[in-house]
């Protein structure tokens, strides 16, 4: 038996396993670079994988952005500035950042202000200081603009 530790993948191997790794959810070029280094596929085949994949539309990053926005906003609960911050994180183009997150413009709020009220009748907390302050910092960690979240908070109490 032919031992593969030190072998690397053909250009088919390599386009093939990308391409089925594309298929199960949308990629964006850093995660494909890294499955690249982690299938240990010779460096010299990488552009001409990633232009392959992009050509057959495998690889795209504004439906990537997309996607990735969607999920993390309605699934996770994740403000516009969490997001911003991990789509940078991979290398994804200030322009396709500011297209994903159009895509959530219209639940935004709505998903801002369950989240927050939720949270705010969850806190169980000695001092209303301590419980805001738990607040604060649970939608931050989320991501959401500080002028949403005092905003809410002065509704709150002026109630």
Known sequence: MKSRENTYLSFEEAKQKLEQFCVYQERCHTEITDKMYKLKINTALHDPIIVH???NNFLNEERFACSFTRGKHRQNGWGRNRIKQELKFRDISNYNIEIALKEIETEYL???HSLAQKKWNNIESSSLEKK???????LMRKGYESYLIFE????IENQ
Do not use: A, D, V
Not at 132 to 138: A, M, T
Not at 152 to 155: A, G, M, Q, S, T
């Open 132 to 138: 805001k302050n738990k607040w604060i910092g649970y």
């Open 53 to 55: 994949l992009i050509e």
């Open 152 to 155: 809410f908070l002065k509704n």
């Open 110 to 112: 709505k998903k801002f």
